[in-house]
């Protein structure tokens, strides 16, 4: 099963995408989570995407590409894969194509989760963490028991960077002029599947699976 996961910041694609490619067996490859990583770790590739990032903007295509290419050469993606987070832009969508043609690949399916921009900002401006054991709260939808600290150990939550009302709303912006093409991309290759990204995790999971078979053998 080879998946793209494509929807805004704040879809709920990471967590639908861990949940079924652990069903499925197969990676999850999260870009935000690779580069988040690469960013900690100060690598040569972190401290490049670090300026793009904090600003909520797109990390150049050619980054990025790198990175997937290198992931998708690992063993464990030979089965198959769940992409969340990637791609973003057409450039990387054609690189993609070019990957998968040179493993001799192909794409079964790209998932839309539609969530409307309200909502989008309610989850992702109510996100904290912990600094300290990287505990994770929504003031909304996951409150600690006290107001900004941390049940697990007492530390004083914080707000993401990236979270902030302006720069959310800046990613969402830049997300919706720079992705919004993909699904044409993929609406006129016939593998574009829209599902609802509101409403209960398990029923809006049930819809990605019903999509996703749709298209097996
Ligand atoms: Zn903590």
Redesign the pocket.
Request: charged letters at 20%; glycine letters at 10%.
């Given at each position: 099963m080879r998946l793209v996961f494509l929807g805004p910041p704040g879809a709920g694609k990471g967590t639908q995408a861990r949940e079924l490619a652990r069903e499925w067996g197969v990676p999850q490859i999260a870009t935000g989570d690779m580069l988040r990583e690469a960013v900690a770790a100060d690598t040569p590739l972190g401290r490049q995407a670090r300026g793009y990032m904090e600003r909520g903007a797109l990390v150049p295509d050619d980054v990025i590409i790198g990175l997937i290419a290198e992931r998708l050469a690992q063993p464990d993606a030979k089965r198959g894969f769940v992409l969340d987070g990637f791609p973003r832009t057409i450039p990387q969508a054609e690189a993609l194509a070019r990957l998968l043609e040179e493993l001799g690949q192909q794409l079964d399916r790209a998932i839309f989760f539609e969530v409307s921009e309200p909502e989008l900002l309610r989850r992702l401006t109510g996100r904290r963490s912990?600094p300290?054991?990287?505990?994770t709260y929504h003031v909304e939808g996951a409150p600690p028991r006290r107001a900004g600290v941390?049940?697990?150990?007492?530390?004083a939550l914080t707000q993401r960077e990236d979270d902030r009302e302006v720069t959310v709303r800046t990613r969402l912006g830049v997300y919706t002029e720079q992705t919004a093409p993909l699904l044409d991309y993929y609406r006129r290759r016939g593998l574009l599947a829209r599902v609802a990204g509101e409403g209960a995790i398990e029923s809006i999971r049930g819809s990605i699976r019903q999509a996703v078979e749709a298209v097996r053998p």
């Open positions: 912990c300290t054991c990287q505990a941390c049940d697990r150990c007492g530390s």
